[in-house]
């Protein structure tokens, strides 16, 4: 496993020059004058050259690629050219409301795609009927099941939030960043209470689509391991149905369905972008939304850097559990 | 008494066009669960021809009074200029067709065709290939979309190259994988022994056995590039306004949702539809290819 880790740390170095060298190109190729947009139109030619050293852009292009390549490592990404705030720290700041919001979106896709998964592939009642709403479910966009969600849980039941983080004014910013956390420190149980109320509805919808992925897939891994041969031992030594499903047939069943997981991020990153800018969380996902309407590309270029650097080492995350759920891939 | 029938052959059936009895021969046997898929994507694609002339009133102008309700001779209502929400859906849905058809097809040829020559040609090349193709598999396409159209500002041209951009590296994999299988099938050896140059075992040996794999992969690809489409035209990433786009329009209508559900839901919900047809028609024609 560690050989694993090792081999995947390795190959991860290369996609993520090429990340940087992708974004560096889009800054490059972007319409927008990085010096104007700092100096402003009028200022005078010599403010201008001034600024253009100071930002380096005098010099050659590939030197310009290491120097951003250099400040990219140290997590120098730059600052915002609408808020001159610095990126590195704004997106600090937005993260863990995001990160909440995707771990809660990947339990709710566990326990709903094992469930569709369980539930379709052993045939239980209505079996049937789940299939067609499992592929039905996979194409409905996440901001239809967002403005749903909206109608029928706020407006007509009135049961859930469906704006911002939390309805407290006075909430806890530390320790972690994490409401959840931070208000279970602060000894506060009622805003923890608040704060996952705030998230049921935004983590379901990004839920929605990879829960039944992960159910299909399970599906059709599940029924070739209840066939194969290794089940009918444990049944002939003498095994209960829940114990062969859960130690040999799940077990066995379990790594495709963790390296699907892994390709369902990217689009869960997208579709975190949608869900938080629709509730309104104060995320990277509304970040990026709002710098997209100010045109504000360098926060854009540092949050594409930031999220690719989490999705890569995700991705190794999930080949590693893969490798701990079925020892051959190791080999 | 069982006696033996003498065999008399059937009447000769006279052979179409090879075209045509391909066709024939796919779409033999396939259940009305199929055909209503097949049914459902040639209404898509009518809607999508016809949008213009089926629309009611001008999707750019307003049409009536605004933010009327579904049913009184809007039948999906009006928007908040007093727009009809049902023209611009349709010329919306269009769009998007089409949209969607564009970045599959300039996946299936750009990826394909890297794919074809790394399998084909093999060695260094291949290896350079895809690792390429690697790194931007692992890399997260829709943040890199986003990415890649914010530099290139927003417009629907500059949308399509931005997932197009994103989109290859699936159908580089997925060729080049059958491409390699193919090269190394018995027959591949029989054209080589029979003579055919290297030019004539690639067009018509190796490319054609590509392309039922290909089909089922873009055609199950459609739905979820639609889905990518909208949600970038919802982020504001689309044609700059009054362009009828199904995301930009259900994202406007965003602020009315408590006053006028139907102006952002009914949008979505025809990306939905889209996704839904594309998504069972793709099922059932990969039913039909691989049951050959």
């Known amino acids: 496993m560690l050989l694993i880790l090792g081999r995947r740390l390795l190959g991860a170095l290369p996609v993520l020059t090429a990340l940087v060298l992708v974004v560096f190109i889009l800054q490059k190729v972007a319409p927008v004058d990085p010096v104007v947009a700092l100096v402003g139109e009028k200022a005078p030619p010599e403010v201008y050259e001034a600024a253009r050293h100071q930002l380096g852009l005098d010099k050659p292009v590939p030197v310009q690629f290491f120097l951003y390549l250099g400040h990219a490592v140290q997590g120098d990404l730059g600052t915002s050219s609408v808020t001159r705030t610095l990126v590195a720290s704004d997106i600090m700041k937005f993260l863990p409301v995001t990160l909440e919001l995707v771990f809660t979106a990947l339990v709710l896709i566990t326990v709903i795609g094992f469930f569709l998964g369980l539930a379709t592939a052993q045939g239980w009642r209505g079996s049937g009927v789940l299939r067609v709403v499992m592929i039905s479910g996979a194409s409905v966009p996440v901001f239809l099941a967002s403005l749903l969600a909206m109608l029928v849980f706020y407006r007509w039941l009135d049961l859930l939030p469906v704006t911002g983080q939390t309805s407290a004014y006075d909430a806890p910013s530390g320790p972690t960043g994490f409401l959840l956390v931070d208000s279970l420190v602060a000894g506060r149980p009622s805003l923890f209470l608040d704060d996952l109320k705030h998230l049921i509805l935004p983590a379901f919808c990004i839920a929605i689509a990879p829960a039944v992925a992960v159910g299909r897939v399970l599906r059709s891994s599940l029924e070739s391991t209840l066939r194969a041969e290794y089940t009918r031992t444990a049944k002939a030594k003498g095994l209960g149905g829940t114990q062969i499903l859960v130690r040999h047939a799940l077990r066995n069943a379990l790594s495709p369905v963790l390296a699907l997981m892994g390709l369902q991020l990217a689009g869960m990153i997208g579709n975190s972008i949608l869900v938080e800018a629709i509730f309104a969380r104060p995320g990277i996902g509304l970040y990026i939304s709002q710098s997209i309407s100010k045109g504000d590309f360098n926060t854009i270029a540092g949050i594409t850097l930031v999220v690719g650097l989490l999705y890569v080492v995700a991705n190794i995350v999930v080949d590693v559990l893969q490798a701990a759920a079925d020892p051959r891939i190791a080999v | ?292």
């Open chain 2, 1 to 292: 008494m069982a006696v033996a029938e003498p065999y008399v052959a059937k009447d000769l059936v006279p052979v179409g066009t090879r075209f045509g009895q391909g066709l024939r021969q796919y779409f033999q046997g396939t259940p009305v669960a199929g055909w209503a898929a097949f049914a459902a994507l040639a209404m898509m694609f009518f809607v999508a021809i016809f949008a213009k002339a089926i629309a009611p009133y001008d999707p750019l102008v307003p049409a009536g009074p605004a933010m009327s309700a579904p049913g009184s001779g809007y039948l999906l209502g009006t928007d908040t200029v007093g727009r009809d929400v049902l023209s611009r859906v349709l010329v919306g849905m269009s769009t998007s067709w089409w949209g969607a058809l564009a970045v599959v097809a300039s996946g299936v040829v750009f990826g394909g065709l890297i794919g074809l020559v790394a399998g084909a040609v093999g060695g260094v090349v291949d290896s350079i290939l895809m690792r390429i193709t690697d790194v931007f598999l692992a890399l997260p396409g829709p943040i890199l979309a986003v990415a890649v159209v914010a530099a290139l500002g927003p417009s629907y041209v500059h949308t399509l190259v931005g997932v197009s951009l994103v989109w290859w590296p699936l159908y580089t994999r997925i060729i080049r994988a059958e491409i390699r299988k193919l090269r190394a099938s018995p027959h591949m050896e029989a054209a080589k022994i029979s003579g055919s140059g290297r030019r004539r075992r690639l067009t018509r040996h190796l490319l054609p056995g590509a392309v039922p794999v290909t089909i089922i992969t873009a055609s199950l690809d459609v739905s979820a590039l639609v889905l990518m489409l909208s949600s970038l035209s919802f982020l504001g990433l689309g044609a700059p306004q009054p362009a009828p786009e199904l995301g930009a329009m259900s994202a406007q209508g965003m602020t009315n949702i408590f006053s006028a559900w139907w102006i952002p839901v009914f949008p979505a919900a025809a990306v939905a539809l889209i996704a839904i047809v594309s998504n069972f028609a793709g099922d059932a024609l990969r039913d039909r290819i691989r049951d050959r």
